[in-house]
C-alpha cells in the first residue's frame, strides 16, 4: 500500500525567513503534485514533478523530484503571509503499477507565516 | 473559463437519508475523480471514471455509495442510508486525458453534514 508522508504537519514562519517541508513516500512513482489549501477552499495545483530530477519554481515557491530517493521537497524562501495555507503532497500511482491520476495524498502541512 | 463546479456547495442530512452530489467537470475532460476529505486530513480517493467508464471504484468506503457519469461529462455521486461518519467534504477533479502527466483540477466541493 502506498503511504505519502509530509514533515513538518504544522510550520510556524517569520516573513523572510526560509524553510523546507519534506514529502517521503513508500513505492516508486516518478509523478508527484503539490496542492495548495486555503480553509474551506478547495485545492489548487501549484507544481506536476514528472520526471526524477524534476525542479520547478514559481515566485517563493520551488518544488524538487527525487525519484530515487523517493522524497520530494517544497522549499519556501522569504516567506510572506499570503502563503499561509495548507499544502499537500501528492503522489501517483495505482497499485496494479499502471498510472492514470489515482492520487495518495499525505496528510497536509499547515503553514502560518506571521510577522 | 469554467472551472469544475460541483452543487450543492452544502448539504445538511439526517442520518438515513439519501443525498445526491453532483459535479460538472470541465469541458472535454476525459479523466474524473472523486475524494473525501475528513476534517484536517488529506483527500482520499473514491473512484475514477474514464469518459462514461468506472474503471476504479477501490476506494469506495461501502457499498452505500455510488457514482455514475452516464454520458461522459457530469457526475453524480449518491450516498445511501448516510451516517455520521460520512461527514466531509467531498471533491470532484477532472484532468484532460486519461494520460497523467496533466493535472488533476479540483472543484469548490461538497461539504456534507450528517446529523
Known amino acids: 500500500e502506498l503511504k505519502v508522508e509530509q514533515n513538518p504537519l504544522f510550520l510556524s514562519m517569520q516573513e523572510g525567513k526560509n524553510y523546507t517541508i519534506y514529502c517521503n513516500y513508500s513505492?516508486?512513482?516518478?509523478?508527484l503534485y503539490w496542492y495548495r489549501q486555503d480553509p474551506g477552499k478547495s485545492l489548487e495545483s501549484l507544481f506536476v514533478l514528472l520526471s526524477n530530477g524534476a525542479v520547478k519554481q514559481e515566485g517563493r515557491l520551488m518544488a524538487s523530484l527525487d525519484t530515487k530517493a523517493r522524497l520530494s521537497t517544497l522549499h519556501i524562501t522569504a516567506a510572506v503571509h499570503d502563503l499561509s495555507a495548507t499544502y499537500f503532497c501528492?503522489?501517483?500511482?495505482?497499485?496494479?503499477?499502471?498510472?492514470?491520476?489515482?492520487?495518495?495524498f499525505g496528510q497536509g502541512t499547515i503553514l502560518t507565516v506571521h510577522p | 473559463g469554467a472551472g469544475v463546479s460541483q452543487s450543492p456547495r452544502y448539504k445538511v442530512a439526517k442520518r438515513g437519508q439519501d443525498v445526491a452530489l453532483r459535479c460538472d467537470p470541465i469541458?472535454?475532460?476525459?479523466?474524473l475523480f472523486w475524494y473525501q476529505q475528513a476534517l484536517g486530513q488529506g483527500p482520499e480517493f473514491l473512484t475514477y471514471?474514464?469518459?462514461?467508464?468506472?474503471?476504479?471504484k477501490s476506494g469506495l468506503p461501502s457499498d452505500r455509495f455510488f457514482a455514475e457519469r452516464p454520458e461522459g461529462s457530469v457526475s453524480t455521486l449518491k450516498i445511501q442510508r448516510t451516517q455520521q461518519e460520512d461527514s466531509a467534504v467531498y471533491l470532484c477533479?477532472?484532468?484532460?486525458?486519461?494520460?497523467?502527466?496533466?493535472?488533476?483540477?479540483f472543484g469548490p466541493g461538497t461539504r456534507l453534514t450528517v446529523l
Open positions: 501528492a503522489v501517483d500511482k495505482n497499485a496494479g503499477g499502471t498510472s492514470y491520476g489515482k492520487l495518495t
Open positions: 477533479a477532472s484532468s484532460p486525458t486519461r494520460i497523467t502527466n496533466n493535472e488533476q483540477f
Open positions: 513505492t516508486t512513482s516518478d509523478r
Open positions: 469541458s472535454g475532460h476525459v479523466s
Open positions: 471514471f474514464q469518459n462514461e467508464a468506472q474503471l476504479d
